[in-house]
């Protein structure tokens, strides 16, 4: 006598490695045989993706068809469209005008969630684990808030037990600081990102920054410039590191200019490879460059665009370097087409948030 599961057993770990196995060969019929390119599945859940140009209805109906020719029920409530918007994974996508939705009911959930934690000194890796799946879940739609999550799941991490307690340290409240601030002023709408990245000076964007004199930014026609402050000035202060000087006026093209990236990736070049790192993972093991980094990230969510950097060594940036340095000669004869007045830096308390 034999026995076998007719059902794939609840908390099981082999359970959704065999369902997805299944929805994956499903993909792959409606792919192979019946040409429907765009399928989409998360276990489960599928999403059809058709071109406007189609019978969305025809492609519909033959998802259907596939579904019932090998026996699989679909729960009628759940199957939706053909339509522009419809709600996936609990995101509302609307295709009509490129827009991604968090549902009103579940972003107040997380901003509830949120601030209980700002005054607790700490909590158990359960608790901080959960707190980390309405965060991710969050960043489906804010893509730039996928790095203030990072120290909170290495702070989860660092006990084993789920009913450990972690400390909430300084750099983890401000993190969630950031990201309640950010929620409370959100409407839960994120245009789509594009795919391509764009190379900050095909975008006509340069900044730059020099050691001992400031920094300056031009973007298509305007420009702003400004001298690093006298207790910047002293080598023995981690402020004054390249990282952190070179980020600054980055910061700034965003505070000025973000509001017309929206949905672009953004790729600066920067000569500094600690720079590099720091825009690419959205981090830093300096306060003071987190404070730059956190005002730039709430650019980039506010604004809905993603920035990249990429290092290049003795990189051309004639403009800007001539900026920074305070030679107007040389930059009026870089760019001649150049607004005959600045832009107005924003004070420094306004370029970080701590």
């Given at each position: ?243 952190y000087l070179e980020l600054y006026p980055i910061v700034i093209s965003a505070i000025l200019w973000g509001h017309e990236w929206s949905t672009k990736r953004i790729l600066f070049h920067c000569d500094n490879m600690s720079s590099v790192y720091i825009i690419n993972k959205g981090r830093s093991k300096c306060n003071v ?66």
């Amino acid at each position: 006598m034999y026995y076998f599961y007719t059902r794939l057993a609840f908390g099981c770990r082999s359970s959704p490695k065999i369902f997805d196995t299944l929805s994956v060969a499903i993909c792959w019929i409606l792919q192979n045989n019946y040409g429907l390119r765009h399928v989409l599945h998360l276990l489960d859940d599928f999403l059809l993706i058709n071109n406007p140009y189609v019978d969305a209805t025809r492609n519909m109906n033959t998802m259907l068809y596939v579904f019932n020719s090998l026996k699989i029920p679909l729960s009628a409530h759940k199957t939706v469209g053909p339509s522009t918007s419809l709600e996936y994974l609990g995101i509302i996508l609307d295709s009509m005008h490129m827009i991604a939705k968090l549902p009103d009911e579940k972003l107040v959930r997380i901003k509830d969630i949120l601030y209980s934690y700002l005054n607790r000194r700490s909590c158990t890796k359960r608790e901080m684990l959960s707190l980390l799946g309405h965060l991710n879940y969050a960043c489906k739609v804010i893509i730039p808030g996928r790095s203030f999550v990072s120290y909170l799941l290495t702070l989860a991490h660092s006990v084993k037990e789920l009913y450990h307690h972690v400390t909430i340290t300084k750099g983890c409240r401000d993190d969630m600081a950031m990201w309640f601030k950010f929620l409370s002023q959100w409407n839960g709408i994120s245009f789509f990102i594009s795919d391509n990245v764009i190379n900050a000076s095909d975008f006509h964007l340069f900044t730059d920054a020099s050691s001992t004199i400031g920094y300056g930014g031009y973007f298509r026609k305007r420009w702003f410039q400004g001298s690093w402050p006298d207790d910047f000035i002293r080598p023995d202060e981690e402020s004054f590191s390249m990282a952190y000087l070179e980020l600054y006026p980055i910061v700034i093209s965003a505070i000025l200019w973000g509001h017309e990236w929206s949905t672009k990736r953004i790729l600066f070049h920067c000569d500094n490879m600690s720079s590099v790192y720091i825009i690419n993972k959205g981090r830093s093991k300096c306060n003071v460059i987190m404070n730059l980094v956190r005002r730039l990230t709430w650019c980039a969510a506010k604004f809905n665009f993603v920035v990249h950097a990429v290092h290049v060594p003795g990189k051309e940036n004639n403009i800007a370097d001539a900026l920074s340095r305070y030679q107007m000669k040389r930059f009026r004869q870089l760019a001649p087409e150049a607004s005959p007045n600045p832009c107005t830096c924003p004070p420094h308390s306004e370029n970080c948030v701590s």
